[in-house]
């Protein structure tokens, strides 16, 4: 069982930046794929980054690649979403989630946060 907290959402004006922060419970973090999803107002949750188990891969909605980092700290438990250039397209709750896997996914993810609110005004 893994449980993930977020934190760092909040209010940021377009072209601003935030770094949002998840952290994980649990000792065998570095065995878990990690990724941040998104929900806006009237959409479907979407896929934003992930990241594999080491750090070395990374994969990104095409929407925020060259914008957004994903990074983890396995010595923390912890995964990062730097977002730069934000757009008030960006604003949404964003989660945090994991899966008990060695690779870099975009889907599937079996532990999921609560989330954290992020909104970029114009």
């Known amino acids: 069982q893994v449980q993930l907290v977020e934190s760092g959402g909040g209010l940021v004006q377009a072209g601003g930046s935030l770094r949002l922060s998840c952290a994980a419970s649990?000792?065998?973090?570095?065995?878990?794929?990690m990724g941040w999803f998104r929900q806006g107002p009237g959409k479907e949750r979407e896929f934003v980054a992930g990241?594999?188990?080491?750090?070395?891969?990374?994969v990104y909605a095409d929407s925020v690649k060259g914008r957004f980092t994903i990074a983890r700290d396995n010595a923390k438990n912890t995964v990062y979403l730097q977002m730069n250039s934000l757009k008030p397209d960006d604003t949404a709750v964003y989660f945090c989630?994991?899966?008990?896997?060695?690779?870099?996914?975009?889907?599937?993810?079996?532990?999921w946060g609560q989330g954290t609110q992020v909104t970029v005004s114009s």
């Open positions: 989630a994991a899966k008990f896997s060695l690779r870099t996914i975009t889907n599937d993810y079996t532990y």
């Open positions: 649990g000792r065998t973090f570095s065995s878990y794929a």
């Open positions: 990241i594999n188990w080491s750090g070395g891969s990374t």
